[in-house]
């Protein structure tokens, strides 16, 4: 059996809401990471097979086949073909999970997979347009519509976690994650864009005392 081998792996800075990326382009946006990685890995554009990109808002400035749209607009060749995935919020996660079932199947040997979301351009919804997307048999079944927040608020009741847990949890992530970035652990997957060379989501100098003040958001709180 085939081996799928990772050659490059290459990001964006993670931008916040109408951050310091909200003027590009999600088209512009992806290109620019699919330039970075044939550079980066010294591979011709030419060689690659196929762009795998997800995304899940496919509305507006991300629709009609992103992924093509954005191979096309990093200069590859047109023979280079793109499909865009949604799983929601796997989406991107997918992919890469299909680009390497492709590998190891012999369908590739060149394949580039990744995902692109703007949330400040194609906020969450969009795609939707005020449309009912479910139908009557889903809402027979389900009520309403899936939310992912609720779900996570039904999983922490099940298993017992505390509030006080989760945000112990959130602060020392997003402690460990200020250390990481102060210690360049992120420099080598990221590929600066509009000025913006970190994540701009990592929040610094969070105290317990701060979280446990924060309303929460899909229940009231015990």
Known sequence: MRDAVIVEAVRSPVGKRKGGLAGVHPTDLSAHVLRSVAERSGVDPGEIEDVIWGCVSQSGEQTLDIARNAALAAGFPESVTGV???????????????????????????????????????????????????????????????????????????????????????????????EAQDAGRFDAQIAPLAGVEADEGVRRGGTLEGLAQLKTVFKEAD
Not at 102 to 127: H, K, N, W
């Open 84 to 178: 865009t995935v949604d799983r929601q919020c796997g989406s991107s996660q997918q992919s890469v999970h299909f680009a390497a079932a492709g590998l190891i199947a012999g369908q590739y040997d060149v394949v580039v997979a990744g995902g692109v979301e703007s949330m400040t351009r194609v906020p969450m919804f969009s795609s939707s347009q005020g449309e009912d997307p479910l139908g009557a048999d889903f809402a027979a079944r389900y009520g309403t519509a899936p939310n992912q927040g609720v779900g996570a608020e039904m999983i922490a009741e099940k298993w017992g976690f505390s509030r006080q847990q989760l945000d112990e949890f959130a602060l020392r992530s997003h402690a460990r994650a200020a």
